[in-house]
């Protein structure tokens, strides 16, 4: 019998991933600082841990044959409290050792693309791409690489660990929702008056989970798998969305010239307890966005992605099952 432990569990990523895992006869434990409703009616341990409480983490990892590291703070307004470079770099480093002192046999650390230097990788990026180790990187940005160093630094020669780096997400049991999946509604219901100019590459969550079980079987030891899916503005994100439910798709195309001199205006101008519509880090992200190859994921994991089409109608059929 296979025993898994999760941390950040009750996520968009974690939610299919339990799932996923599941299905295949394993045995979960969820780990997480706060339980929702994501999880509901699974046959799941439910366990409470903080990445920063490397105690609560020996004690979520004990038994486990594989950990699957997805906990992290993500972040489009920078780094203002510390609380984002806390979790994102600590986090891995504490859940390394964890696991390398409870003798997990695989650690798979779910990473992000923004871990490479999109900034300055050209129009592709693979594996071998430049890395994200300073300004004019978003905090974000920075906090991923660093993460992977204190994992390695962590591991050391005993731990057993891959690393998966995912583009943008999006997918089904989105409770959250997520940031990616709070602008399709927003398309969705003619919420955004106009269509802001680059792209980004966004990849199917269930893609991402079979990419990451994938990566637990066969992935090499201390191997980077960039899991990416398809490559689409903003404006074609836009027109997806409308072929389902027939928005409106924005009439008035704005360039990312004109837009960005606004981000810290509109950051300025936002009320505290909400997040601005866009910020420097968020049109950091939509400027610098180079195609993302998994030739690396698809011929050592038989890793696959599926239209963008079918992603973005099943997530919108799954968020109206749902009454959202």
């Known amino acids: ?6 941390t950040g569990a009750y996520g968009l990523v974690g939610a299919n991933l339990v799932r996923a895992l599941l299905d295949q006869g394993v045995v979960v434990r969820a780990a997480d600082v706060r339980r929702t409703d994501s999880l509901d009616g699974l046959d799941v341990e439910h366990v409470e841990a903080d990445v920063l409480d490397p105690e609560a983490l020996g004690a979520a990892f004990a038994d486990a044959d594989v950990v699957f590291h997805l906990a ?3 972040s489009i307004v920078g780094d203002p409290t510390g609380k984002v470079r806390q979790v994102n770099v600590q986090g891995p480093r504490n859940a390394g050792t964890a696991a390398r002192a409870a003798g997990v046999g695989r650690f798979v650390h779910c990473s992000s693309v923004h871990a490479f230097d999109l900034h300055s990788c050209g129009p592709s990026l693979d594996e071998t791409g430049p890395r994200t180790a300073g300004a004019p990187a978003p905090a974000y940005d920075q906090s991923k690489f660093a993460g992977e160093q204190a994992l390695r630094e962590a591991a050391g020669t005993d731990l057993d660990f891959v690393i998966v780096n995912p583009t943008g997400v999006i997918g089904i049991h989105d409770h959250g929702p997520s940031r990616v999946g709070e602008t399709i509604l927003e398309l969705r219901d003619n919420k955004i008056p106009v269509n802001v100019g680059g792209g980004f590459d966004f990849v ?3 893609d991402l989970v079979d990419g990451m079980i994938a990566a637990w079987r ?3 030891t201390g191997e980077n798998y960039l899991l990416s899916g398809t490559r689409i503005s903003i404006k074609e994100l836009a027109q997806i969305v409308s072929s389902f439910t027939g928005s409106r798709v924005p009439r008035i195309d704005v360039p990312l010239s004109l837009i960005t001199p606004l981000g810290p205006l509109v950051m300025r101008l936002t009320p505290g307890n909400r997040i601005p519509i866009f910020t420097p880090d968020s049109l950091h992200a939509l400027r610098y966005s180079p195609s993302v190859s998994h030739y690396k994921a698809a011929t050592e994991l038989g890793y696959r992605v599926r239209p963008i089409h079918e992603t973005v109608g099943d997530t919108l059929n799954w968020f109206a099952a749902a009454g959202s």
């Open 1 to 6: 019998m296979t025993r898994a432990t999760v």
């Open 72 to 74: 992290a703070m993500i």
């Open 218 to 220: 066969q992935g090499r």
């Open 204 to 206: 199917d969550v269930r």
